[in-house]
RNA sequence: GGUGAGGUGGGUGAGAGGCUGAAACCAACGGUUUGCUAAACCGUCGUACUUCGAAAGUGGUACCGAGGGUUCGAAUCCCUCCCUCACCGCCA
């Protein structure tokens, strides 16, 4: 850990304290009970405690020294015996201070243990609910459902079929969940990858290739750590763990930093492969690529003023849609209640496409404003005009995560004899069918 | 993997037990002046926690990679760790 991490979370605090009934009101949509939501008296009272204690130790030490100070001037002055007499009586303050030092860094520690475990104030238009059952649609699908022929096949079929990915063999050569994309499956695989960042540096993203592997700072920042951690990939001779997702790298390129306000927004973009050990999910719904250990995603990550993240918000929600539209793929949007919600977020959108042979919707965007939650834990921030420190608002969102695009781009564009390909993928393919003679 | 050098404010970089929260320069910001551009000059310019205050502000504490130690007193001395850079080896 670093410096930054040992700091007290004071904003989250002052919220507890400022706007008490709201974070009651967000915490209880997520889930917490009566009993659960003292832990916000506690924090204060905590937080009481630890400004008592710290004042009393101010004291301490100021004291110490000014007796110092005296001390060398005595010396100077060559007076030691003097100086000896108080070096006596600095030693007993020094014992004082080293006592009151004991006490105060247990308090910090409680207190840090219990502001790591709360998680983020859902946004107040947030859905009431405990499971994803509960998610409220935010923008059905209103468009027609692909028509498929007779005897269509769901999208791992289909990669068998026309050897577009080979599950057996990256089960050998890996692990199950870890697909070997061949022939024009890779192809396709890349193809969208450039599609994606290519439109996101249309949209104002900077492209970046971060690290595939963060420190424990790093997963720390971004919250996957320490309530994840068991989804991350982990290596424990370098100490280090493959990205769940860009956004851990990517919006930790301004970790500790101030920024000027004039340099807001910060747009940027990402691809990586996204390692996921989804531990304790086997089981429901893993057949093909529906869930796998590797998958490929491009990100948006946006740092932004709390004053328009909303709008961005928004903005990012519109981004994805167009994605979706160009591939010519039904979607809809879900508006996370806030039990489902994860825990560093303030408001999400889930993107599902309909991917038509399974007559499934499957997660392919996930859509956030973490408001100043993750900036709060990085310490990014800005100066505003009044030369007051503001935390930044960060933003991020898949656009879009390839393995379930493919599915349903094979099985909802699938016929008699082959696949056909979207329109605005051919440029990037060069081809737009994929046939049996493959 | 081996050897060596180093980590100081937004940047460069001095400081080598008390006079240092830290020189100087650059950048930034505010201002003056010059017909424009450029330049010159003056001023401001770290963060966190906290006392008192309605506020402007004021007092205190901490922070010179991180943690620990020595000392009345540590950026400065000692120990541990981390990181960076350079050279060699290996390698895409």
Known sequence: MDDLEKLLYMLEIQILRDQKDRAIAGLKKRGFSDERLLIIDQIVALDDLRKDQQTQLDVQLNERN????????????????EANQLKIKVQAIKEAAETLEVKLQQTKSDLD?????LPNIPHANVPEGRTPEDNKVHQAWDGEFPTLPAGALPHWELAEKYNLIDFKLGAFITGSGFPLYRGKGARLQRALINYFLDQARRAGFEEILPPFMVNADSAYGTGQLPDKEAQMYYMEKDDLYLVPTAEVPVTNMYRGQIVSESDLPIKLTAYTPCFRREAGSYGSDVKGLNRVHQFDKVEIVQFEHP???????????????????????????????GGDMGFTSATTYDFEVYSAAQQKWLEVSSVSNFESFQANRMKIRFKDEKGKMQLVHTLNGSALALARIVAALLENNQTENGIRLPQVLVPYTGFEFIGAEE
């Open 113 to 117: 243990a219990m502001l790591v475990s």
């Open 66 to 81: 000014t007796l110092s100070d005296e001390i060398g001037n005595l010396f100077k002055s060559g007076k030691a015996q």
């Open 307 to 337: 004053s328009r993240s909303y709008e961005t918000l928004q903005a990012m929600v519109n981004h994805v849609s167009h994605l979706m539209e160009s591939l010519e793929l039904p979607y809809r949007i879900l508006h996370l209640c």
